[in-house]
């Protein structure tokens, strides 16, 4: 059974940082790309950023850009979202998607809450 299993998500106070993970398990994720997409209430999920199987490129959205990184672990069959400077407008449900030639898989998300 294919699962991505997303953790690192939690209370943070505005300009602090968090390190969301996406673990693979029942699917090597370096055989494909890696996003992280997020989701706040009552708008549409949105891409925060990509990596590719090796890591090689990498894109972000327009709103994150310089202040979020996106990196892999291939030994550890992981991908991180490292965010800094956060702000409240950053508070969302965090997913983890991948995608190959032949397959897609979505996490359950994690969610991260951006308040003083």
């Known amino acids: 059974q294919v699962q991505l299993v997303e953790s690192g998500g939690g209370l943070v106070q505005p300009g602090g940082s968090l390190r969301l993970s996406c673990r693979g398990s029942?699917?090597?994720?370096?055989?494909?790309?890696v996003a992280w997409y997020r989701q706040a209430s009552g708008k549409e999920r949105e891409l925060v950023a990509t990596i590719t199987g090796y890591g090689d490129v990498t894109k972000y959205g327009g709103s994150v850009k310089d202040r979020f990184a996106i990196s892999r672990n291939n030994a550890q069959n992981t991908v991180y979202l490292h965010m800094s400077s956060l702000k409240p407008e950053d508070t969302a449900v965090y997913f983890c998607h991948f995608s190959s030639v032949r397959y897609t898989y979505w996490g359950q998300g994690t969610q991260v809450t951006v308040s003083s």
């Open positions: 029942g699917v090597t994720l370096s055989t494909g790309a």
